[in-house]
């Protein structure tokens, strides 16, 4: 079939996996900036900036993607999830060259804006093509993956700017900037050969191209495979409601069931971003110099950091949502009230950078506890509330407003994260630990919110799930039992059939 290889189609591993490189242009992002907080090229090219100016200019990324989730609202259903994707990658590479070429901070929050657009529109599209491109018994596990490429761009951008950091002069951090072009240049040609939604096509009425997606996708390129059929009739069944229920608009967003998933899609991905993991990200070197870990050597000591969600891979056979989401608030409450005590003692490049905190000289055994708080701080998102955040909103939603709604609640995302962003470093300059007293309290009160209102909805396909939201249980989400909503191809063809008769005899 023209547009796309059904050889790579039929392996849903690659097909489901290969667009998490766009998850991996932020966190390839994330890194670039957290490594030059100690890179002394750095602050005399841009003059030396404090702690707002500093703040202002991590801040950029996530402003240019708060524009991007927001932009993917009209394209990912004007022109299709694919050609969204391979946009995004367009824009990464114009974003990455700017930042590369950066003489002054204008320049540099410019590039960073641009990228952060292409961020935007990639960390929001990549869910929703991946969640309706694959089989329901592996989606939540590829869907995860968004996470897992996160966490692998920045790792390798951590490595490749530690490697640069012997390099005297510019190219030590405009090298790594001007590297992070390649995975988008990959991404961008890669997806000329992968399929097109088939639930998008469905919805445009090419229902002969969505059919033979899902054969190649679900049954080696048989169109009568019980799978393939089953999706099919599920997926033309919903669309066809759908059309029904009038136009698609932002309007659609406030009708009853829909406004409470969208509030639950916004509020994980808020908390996911309260939980302060994407703060340790961008900041970690300066909570390792409070610790007394300065240079190469609290660099290196961030490097491991990032490897260690690597090791520990977030992707269950059969992951249950809301199980990972309160023990990952918990969780990261213990390990952020380990970094309460942080060691606060003077550093250069801490004065000159985030402010004129006191810091009291704590070594030893102190700075070893902060190490392996901020390790564990990091695992335990990496395998719960990381990759169930992109996987969860972008499975709630009906095929209309699907992209409006994912686009929102990633907006949420990235709004939260540039606020945090900005607001920091100077936080860390005033009131310094006391920092982490209001992360905590942000991860107790999501725990509570995850267990009273989230219902399951993993091993489901997403047509499945809306009955899922129908039984209510707004705020005793555990009452829902795991049977709601289980059908098989019988029930869908018995279904079909009798409408069709009850269609029949209107018209008589």
Known sequence: MPGYSARIAANPYIVGSFACIGGGLFGLDIASMSGVLSNDAYFRVFNNPAANAQGAIVASMPAGSLVGALAVTSLADRIGRKKTIILSSIIWVIGGILQCAAINRGMLVVGRVIAGISVGLASTVVPIYQSEITAPS??????????????WGIMLQYFVQFGCSYINGTASFRIPWGLQIIPAIVLGIGMLWFPESPRWLLDHEREEE???ILADLHGNGNRNDELVVLEYEE?????AFERTEGAKSYADLLKPGIFRRVGLGCALQMWSQLSGMNIMMYYIVYVFEGAGLTGRRGNLIADFRAIRPQCRLHCPRNPLHRPMGSPSSVNHWFHTHGLLPLPRRRSPRSVRSVGDGQWFNFTGSVTKAIIVCSYLFVCSFAITMG?????????????KVRAKAVSLATATNWLFNFALAWAVPPGLSTIAWKTYFVFAAFNFAAAIHFFFCFPETAQRTLEEIEEVFAQGHIFSAWAISREVGKRNLEDIVGRKT??????????A
């Open 235 to 239: 997926i033309k069944e919903q669309v």
């Open 387 to 399: 990759p169930v955040s992109w996987t969860y909103p972008a499975e709630i939603f009906p095929m």
């Open 210 to 212: 969505a059919l033979q």
């Open 498 to 507: 009798v409408d069709e008769k009850h269609d029949s005899l209107e018209r």
């Open 138 to 151: 592996i989606r939540g596990r590829l869907v995860s993956m968004q996470q897992w490429s996160i966490t």
